[in-house]
């Protein structure tokens, strides 16, 4: 207790003696403290600081909670009525041969000639030195039918030679049947339901043939619904049986042992389906192609086309695989439809205006310009920071040495500086750039590159700035006085020259910042700088060369010109608050 | 530290040139010479005074002779045997604060990033003058000897008058515990209340720590007031050299009459008879031919301009170069 007491009193006599004491009414702050405190009075400097904060935490914060990527390239789905498909009624005969067979295109041509000219009529042909017999089922069908030779029937008198040709048999009933029809003079007869012709050879030998089928012409088209049924329905006797069940009316067929259902929604056209309900092809004389290649177009398509064509409609709905409803138009051009639909694609989302997902919209890239902001934010005050230090170290190395031994070693040095300022550093920038666009380097590569250039050629004015400050400093009366004093070189280097020369220093490496930012981007304005898909605030506002993003798209360049403006701004304001921090002669 | 009276300093024949050089390649096309044959001792806990008009070399002198500029010929000698050209840069830096320095603008010798404790104690701990953790009772104590406040200490330079920062240079100076220190028109540049102080200061400190001063200034009356013996110089030369007393009573150089007769008499009463010099100081690059001052003597006669005069020791100390006072001259033969 007795203790506290005293210590309280030790404590008044204390405050008292600094009250008395002028000296300690003063706080004593530390040189550092010092210039805190001033820098901190200064509101410009305070302003610029606060600037300085924004811009590095919209660049490197601002990349990390952006949700896009800074070459993310957006697209937006645009509707427009484009041609779909292309349909035509077929008016040409098609011929499905017998399984295993094909039908020759001699065939078809000496059929399409031959049926041309009689229509209307079963026609018989020669083609291929055989004999074929186009059997009209329907107006448009045809099964064409054809003799193989079966073996030769002699006449000779009353007496019938029955010949079996190479290979072939001819059963005791076919002979005797044969034979009887030769006698009568017939050049056909029907034995068990198959029809075997004679055709006369040389003289009274005949030719024994028996008429077979061997394809079918028509003009109907069958799509399969399906690629797992196009081998059940490509058989020929489905084909076959489907048609002749078709014109014959009928709403039911059998083909290799199945029966299939058919609905026929008009003469030209029906749609099979099998016993359980699938539906296994359409049938149709129009034929629909997509305008796209690569496209495949569901037999439903095909036929709800192939219905509206029919039935001679404009237009009509289909409702697509994922259940939307489409409306389709069609237009008669020539002899084809052409079947349109409002389709959706797929564009890069170019001079967006400003929305919520992209509030500062997008460029002509398609990507967020906010986004690029912060990316290029990142680049063009990195490059500001990483050109300023070399410009310093090899300016404050050279400078240094030159003012600190002067003489000699100062006038080499200074010319040697003449010489470097006396480089044109435009074209020299453009030339760089020049052949690194020729040898396409990669962009960040090239921006390595870009920022060792920029250092190398900008260290001459920190050169003579260290240089004329350690020149004027040596000379000094208070340098006298540490040499005087017999104080260590070092000592007299690190202690009294260099803090002498860090506040300028400091002052002229911030606002150089702002300069080399400026630099930046008019380099990357001229397309010289930083590439795609690196972005700067200079790059971005490339964009206003071009003269429509310049009058209707201010979101694509004002914000980056402001923030470049607002950077140089801060590193000015915070430059200048330092230099009058830094100045021991400022009133606290 | 050797007792009173015995040589401090002796400088014999002291020359500075700068040299002068010119075109493309710095080719040197001539000498400014800035001191020409200087020669005089200081004794311990005595002062001299170093008078001379601007640009006499007063201040060469004080830096030659602590080798902040290198001589160019000559010899200086500390306490007897301490030759400073001849030391290693160690040997030299060690011997520094034995020799010190208060310059004449106190606001361009105190560094302006350092607070007024480390500019005083930075050398001193620098040579290990006392333990570490007794220099910032040195300081203080040394502070307070030179007029300066104990918490002034970590205040910066700029926070001074004039007058408190000469105390800081002083209190620098003296915290090295020198033989002896160069006064360079320490007063100049302050106000007359203040050189007072300072002047005072300075014979205090003079007293405590038994300091021999070379006290450089154009300022008659201080030279008057503080010096022991005084030495006159013009253009790089020293043309009269005496006690204080005995050249102020008698001087014999026609430059010391000319310039002892600008001293004002506070007394309104007294005619001052002035000796006006004509034409102003010859150029130290090109100084005229024999005896410097020939060309602006009103005692000028032909072996003036002829021959360089010797230096006349008249007795009891007083040395003159003057052609006046040499009878092997001839120039009591010569008409005026």
């Given at each position: 207790m007795s203790e506290k007491i005293k210590d309280n009193k030790t404590e008044q006599n204390n405050q008292e003696q600094m009250a008395l004491d002028?000296?300690?009414?003063?706080k004593v702050l530390s040189p550092g403290m010092m210039v805190f405190k001033r820098f901190i009075r200064n509101r410009l400097a305070i302003a610029g600081i606060c600037i300085l904060i924004f811009m590095f935490l919209f660049s490197f914060l601002g990349g990390l909670i952006s949700p896009y990527r800074q070459d993310q390239v957006f697209y937006k789905i645009d509707s427009a009525n484009k041609e779909y498909a292309g349909a035509v009624v077929n008016t040409d005969y098609r011929f499905v041969a017998v399984d295993g067979k094909t039908l020759s295109t001699m065939v078809r041509a000496t059929f399409n000639s031959q049926v041309k000219g009689k229509a209307g009529d079963s026609v018989t042909f020669t083609a291929d030195n055989n004999t074929y017999t186009a059997n009209k089922v329907d107006e448009n069908f045809y099964i064409i039918t054809s003799g193989e030779e079966l073996g030769t029937v002699a006449l000779l008198g009353k007496i019938v030679d029955v010949q079996a040709a190479e290979g072939k048999e001819i059963s005791a009933e076919l002979n005797a049947a044969a034979a009887d029809a030769a006698k009568a003079g017939q050049t056909s007869f029907e034995l068990d339901g198959a029809a075997y012709s004679l055709t006369r050879d040389v003289g009274k030998n005949y030719k024994l043939g028996v008429m077979k089928e061997v394809a079918l012409a028509t003009m109907l088209n069958v799509d399969t619904?399906?690629?797992?049924y196009s081998s059940v329905a490509g058989s020929y006797e489905f084909r076959r049986n489907c048609e002749t069940a078709m014109h014959a009316g009928e709403t039911s067929f059998t083909a290799d042992g199945v029966t299939y259902t058919l609905e026929i929604t008009s003469e030209t056209d029906a749609s099979v389906t099998d016993a359980s309900g699938n539906a296994i092809a359409n049938v149709s004389n129009i034929i629909v192609n997509p305008v796209t290649n690569g496209v495949i177009l569901p037999a439903d398509y095909k036929d709800a086309v192939a219905d509206a064509i029919t039935n001679k409609k404009t237009s009509f709905e289909y409702v697509n695989a994922n259940g939307e409803t489409e409306k389709h138009t069609i237009q008669m051009r020539g002899s084809t439809y052409i079947i349109s639909t409002i389709q959706q694609t797929h564009l890069?989302?170019?001079?967006?205006?400003?929305?919520?997902?992209h509030l500062l919209g997008t460029d002509d890239h398609g990507m967020d310009v906010l986004t690029r902001l912060m990316y290029g934010g990142r680049i063009s005050l990195l490059v500001g920071f990483i050109v300023m230090i070399l410009e310093n170290i090899i300016g404050i190395i050279i400078g240094g040495i030159s003012g600190y031994f002067g003489g000699w070693v100062d006038t080499m040095l200074m010319r040697f500086v003449d010489l470097f300022n006396s480089i044109p550093y435009y074209p020299m920038m453009i030339i760089a750039g020049a052949i690194m666009d020729s040898f396409e380097v990669d962009p960040y590569l090239r921006l390595y590159m870009m920022m060792a250039i920029m250092g190398i050629m900008g260290w001459t004015g920190v050169a003579r700035v260290v240089r004329g400050q350690i020149l004027s400093l040596r000379e000094q009366d208070f340098m006298v006085a540490t040499e005087a004093t017999g104080i260590k070189v070092s000592r007299r280097i690190f202690r009294h020259l260099v803090p002498n020369v860090m506040p300028l220093l400091i002052v002229q490496a911030t606002m150089g910042l702002g300069s080399i930012i400026l630099t930046e981007a008019t380099l990357s304005f001229l397309g010289l700088g930083i590439k795609y898909p690196l972005a700067s605030w200079g790059t971005i506002i490339n964009s206003a060369s071009n003269i429509y993003v310049m009058t209707n798209c201010w979101y694509l360049w004002i914000p980056a010109g402001l923030l470049i403006v607002l950077t140089v701004l801060g590193f000015n304001f915070v430059g200048d608050g330092l230099r009058d921090a830094f100045d021991p002669k400022m009133k606290r | 530290m050797s007792e009173t009276g015995a040589n401090v300093l002796e400088v014999r024949n002291l020359c500075k040139y700068f040299p002068i050089k010119a075109g493309l390649f710095s080719r040197?096309?001539?000498?400014?010479?800035?001191?020409?044959?200087v020669s005089f001792t200081l004794k311990r806990g005595t002062t001299m005074g170093l008078v001379g008009e601007s640009g006499c070399g007063k201040t060469t002198v004080g830096k030659t002779l602590l080798n902040l500029t290198p001589k160019t010929s000559g010899e200086v000698v500390f306490n007897g045997n301490v030759h400073l050209d001849e030391l290693s840069g160690k040997q030299l830096r060690a011997f520094r604060p034995k020799i010190q320095i208060i310059f004449q603008d106190p606001y361009a010798s105190l560094s302006p990033r350092l607070p007024v404790g480390e500019i005083i104690g930075e050398a001193v701990r620098e040579h290990h003058l006392v333990p570490n953790n007794e220099l910032d009772a040195y300081v203080s104590k040394v502070m307070k000897s030179c007029g300066l406040f104990d918490y002034q200490k970590d205040r910066y330079p700029h926070e001074f008058s004039g007058g408190q920062r000469q105390r800081i240079c002083i209190a620098r100076a003296i915290a090295l515990n020198p033989d002896f220190i160069v006064c360079d028109e320490p007063v100049s540049a302050l106000d007359v209340s203040i050189q007072a102080q300072i002047i005072n200061l300075l014979e205090d400190l003079q007293k405590e720590y038994n300091l021999t001063y070379l006290f450089i200034s154009h300022d008659l009356s201080v030279v008057q007031h503080i010096s022991d013996t005084v030495g006159v110089m013009y253009l790089g030369n020293m043309v009269e050299y005496a006690d204080k007393t005995e050249i102020f009573a008698n001087p014999l150089h026609p430059y010391t009459k000319a310039l002892f007769s600008a001293i004002p008499v506070p007394d309104p009463t007294v005619k001052m008879n002035r000796i006006i010099l004509e034409g102003s100081i010859p150029s130290p690059a090109n100084p005229p031919s024999g005896c410097k001052f020939h060309t602006r003597c009103k005692e000028c006669r032909g072996v003036c301009s002829q021959a360089v005069p010797k230096v006349i020791d008249m007795g009891n100390g007083h040395t003159v170069a003057c052609h006046k006072y040499d009878a092997e001259s001839g120039y009591d033969k010569e008409e005026a």
């Open positions: 002028d000296g300690r009414r003063v619904a399906d690629p797992q890069i989302d170019m001079y967006a205006e400003p929305s919520a997902q | 040197v096309v001539g000498h400014v010479h800035a001191v020409e044959n």
